[in-house]
């Protein structure tokens, strides 16, 4: 695997990075340097696609992937679920856009003008333990 210089950018504390994986394939990955987790789109040949979530190691999680057949469903799961920190929403806007150009130039398609992207989810709270409490009193 190959890292592909002009295709990597940093967008605040995150960096996205192109890798090429050999003959069609890739790696687009996300990487976010203030929690150190990582989200990679893989493709590992037609019409095989695979999502890999890598977590802070400080957060003692396993890592989680996903496969799927269809290139746009691995590329709408990717964006859903990549590391997002307290940061300006055009830098996460900014961010997501890179990726779908290097995703439509890696796949041949055409590029993708004006697309329509979540509102981000904070991804701080998750591994955190949860405390529920009710202004009912104990039950």
């Known amino acids: 695997m190959s890292l592909i210089d002009e295709s990597t950018k940093d967008f605040g504390s995150m960096s996205v990075l192109l890798h090429s994986v050999g003959t069609n394939c890739y790696r687009i990955e996300w990487n976010s340097r203030m929690t150190g987790a990582s989200i990679s789109l893989i493709r590992v040949k037609k019409n095989e696609y695979i999502v890999v979530r890598k977590w802070a190691t400080a957060r003692n999680i396993d890592d989680v992937s996903a496969e799927f057949d269809r290139a746009n469903q691995a590329l709408i799961h990717f964006l859903n679920n990549v590391d997002v920190i ?3 929403n055009e830098s996460i806007v900014a961010a997501k856009e890179h990726c779908i150009n290097l995703f439509t130039s890696a796949e041949g398609l055409k590029p993708i003008s004006h ?6 989810r904070l991804q701080e709270a998750i591994g955190k333990e949860v405390i529920v409490k009710s202004s009912l009193g104990t039950i």
């Open 86 to 88: 307290k940061s300006k």
């Open 115 to 120: 697309p329509s992207l979540p509102t981000p």
